[in-house]
Nanobody
Framework: QAQLVESGGALVQPGGFLRLSCAAS????????MAWYRQAPDKERELVAR???????YYSDSVKGRFTISRDNAKNTVYLQMNSLEPEDTAVYYC???????????WGQGTQVTVSS
């Protein structure tokens, strides 16, 4: 059974940095597009960054230039490096995986990121 486990969420001051990790198991990781979404209180879940099976990346305008998504297929892990964090980045961050050319998709349980002084 496929499973995504996020880690790395924490309380950090504005201007700080964090690295989130998402470890995948029970799925064909190297053939999956991976993404990070986030959901702030009273807001809809939104796409933050995505990395395709080929390595092509996409970023939302709100994080472009500050966040970097990467993947290590040998470790079945996707990362989100978050720099210059702002209070507006406070949210629960979710890992998402979709096996390419299929409708098989999975969500992690989420990890809390709080940016506050």
């Amino acid at each position: 059974q496929a499973q995504l486990v996020e880690s790395g969420g924490a309380l950090v001051q504005p201007g700080g940095f964090l690295r989130l990790s998402c470890a995948a198991s029970g799925m064909m990781f190297s053939r999956s597009a991976m993404a990070w979404y986030r959901q702030a209180p009273d807001k809809e879940r939104e796409l933050v960054a995505r990395i395709g099976a080929s390595g092509h990346t996409y970023y939302s305008d709100s994080v472009k230039g500050r966040f970097t998504i990467s993947r290590d297929n040998a470790k079945n892990t996707v990362y989100l490096q978050m720099n210059s964090l702002e209070p507006e980045d406070t949210a629960v961050y979710y890992c998402y995986a979709q096996l390419v050319y299929t409708d098989q998709a999975y969500w992690g349980q989420g990890t809390q990121v709080t940016v506050s002084s």
